[in-house]
């Protein structure tokens, strides 16, 4: 029987049928307005899932949810969703599938199991599997093996520091990698340096993030030519090849895949992303390390959740 899997993001949820083999069948997305509260939250994500399992039996239900989260219990906090603190999203999808199993846990762990199974990762041991969009997240693959971490929360590169004088976090630190290179961010210096959109409007952006200005009209902007929108993808792209130099040193890492929207800006960020990255990878182990576009898209966290349950996992 297929999965039912859930994904938690930042502006949206999806939820998706996934087959043993890891195909996603059916899947349909449903926007997190940033003022939602909790109760209107469950009752978006709990229709959805009605609306896409169709009443077809089901192997269990997989979940991935932004962190930070309580796991394996899986009380979910994510940090660019504020209406769910606290939001025991693992016991209320239990309650509604009764004897089916429940799993969870961070979504860019999930992206890392998808891109490692299906995708970009294929045939890699060791690891990262990030995702730079609302926020940037990460999992890690280490000797072939999913890194949990003590509490659920392993890889959450978000959080390196690459500014220690740098700007607030919404983790309550400063100068985090999420913090500079979080699509919203990338806007909002754009903006202050004077950049003003000249790319159209793009209708099926979720919601304007400042003003009328999205990371995905800054990366149009920047593929078009302008200076300061070109200087803004590069200094989310200096920040990540930071990131990515320091987790390589850390991990012995063989590749790093990169999805997220904000990924979709292409050679605008992995150009200056590349060259921060050669200047302060220093050791031949980590200058070995490769760094390539995620290539399940959209469905990844969807393929990822699927494999928790499809793996047995806690
Ligand atoms: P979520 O955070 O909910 O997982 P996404 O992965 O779509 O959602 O990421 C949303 C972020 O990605 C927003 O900041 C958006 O402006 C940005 N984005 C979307 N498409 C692009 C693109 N083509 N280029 C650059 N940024 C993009
Ligand atoms: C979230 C982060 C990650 C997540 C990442 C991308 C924290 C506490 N949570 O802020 O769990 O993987 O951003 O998530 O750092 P998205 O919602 O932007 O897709
Ligand atoms: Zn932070």
Redesign the pocket.
Known sequence: APVLAVD????KFAVGMVDADGEVYRAARAPTPPTAGSAELWRTLSELVDHIREGERIAGVGIGC???MTWPRGEVS????AGWRDFPLRAELTAKFPGAPVRIH???ICVAIAEHWRGAGRGSANMLGM?V??????GLILGGKVIDGGTGNAG?I??VIVEPEGVAC??GGRGCL?AVA?GPALAAWALDQGWRPTAPEMPDDAYREYGSATARRLAADAIAGDEIALSAMARAGHALGLAIASASHLCDLDVVTIG?GVSQAGHVLFGPLDVTLREHARMDFARRVRVVPAALGQDAGLVGAAALVLAGDR
Do not use: Y
């Open positions: 938690v993001g930042g502006t932004g962190g930070p994510p940090l660019n969703l961070n979504d860019a995702v969009s609302t926020g940037v997240g990460g959450h978000g959080h919404g983790c999420e979080r997220g």
